[in-house]
């Protein structure tokens, strides 16, 4: 019953290859994110969705793209890799609207790692 | 725009020994704040969360914090450190980006707790 998946949770591939990582919620919530986690472990918002509408993207090269076919799931589609897309890629839900803030939760991570 | 400090990068500490991890935001309103924390090879965990009252909130697994207006800090502590507590502790405070809101987080501190 976890909360937030996300697979792979290791992607190990080559430059200039396209991949995908997968995320699914099962806490019923409306908004979800990618965050990236660099090698100094910070950690940066990059989209966010809510009821499947792109409502935040940071500056994130256009080689990145979400897609969000429903509510519970947050697809992360990257082409042309490069070796500075190695990185930890969380996942996360909330349910916005409730006026107390943005409890986020967060899938255990993918790293990907760019040869 | 909305920041978070975490001054130390990295503590150490005895087991059994307490444990304060410094946190400053910066914030115009009321902030609503979080605490997580990552163990080896994880994902986030939320700890505990601040969104307005008791400026003193109680978490998971003994770790409490407390929110200070006057000097924009929410401290997280615990008054016994386990072994298990070893792991990278995260404070984020809630922003907006335009009419979405998201988690800004600070650097992350590492934790050791030596036997």
């Known amino acids: 019953d976890t909360a937030v998946s996300q697979t792979p949770k290791y992607l190990v591939t080559q430059m200039g290859n396209d991949k995908s990582i997968k995320c699914e919620q099962n806490?019923?919530?409306?908004?979800m994110y990618w965050y990236k986690q660099d090698s100094k472990k910070f950690l940066k918002i990059m989209f966010s969705y809510n009821n499947k509408e792109l409502i935040i993207n940071e500056t994130v090269p256009n080689r990145f793209s979400p897609k969000s076919p429903d509510k519970a799931h947050l697809n992360l589609h990257i082409n042309s890799l490069e070796l500075g897309d190695s990185a930890v890629y969380f996942c996360?839900?909330?349910?916005?609207?409730?006026?107390?803030?943005?409890?986020?939760?967060f899938g255990p991570g993918t790293r990907l790692t760019v040869t | 725009a909305q920041s978070v400090t975490q001054p130390d990068i990295h503590i150490t500490v005895s087991e059994g020994a307490s444990l304060e991890l410094r946190c400053n935001y910066s914030y115009g309103a009321t902030p609503y704040l979080f605490w997580y924390v990552q163990s080896p090879g994880q994902g986030l965990q939320l700890l505990l969360k601040?969104?307005?009252?008791?400026?003193l909130v109680q978490g998971i697994k003994g770790f409490e914090a407390e929110f200070k207006r006057s000097q924009s800090s929410f401290n997280l502590r615990k008054p016994s450190v386990h072994w298990s507590d070893a792991a990278e502790y995260f404070c984020?405070?809630?922003?907006?980006?335009?009419?979405?809101?998201?988690?800004?987080f600070g650097s992350g501190t590492q934790l050791t707790v030596l036997p």
């Open positions: 806490l019923g919530h409306d908004t």
């Open positions: 601040y969104f307005s009252g008791d400026t």
């Open positions: 996360a839900s909330s349910q916005a609207g409730r006026g107390q803030g943005n409890e986020q939760y």
């Open positions: 984020a405070v809630v922003s907006t980006s335009g009419s979405a809101r998201q988690l800004t």
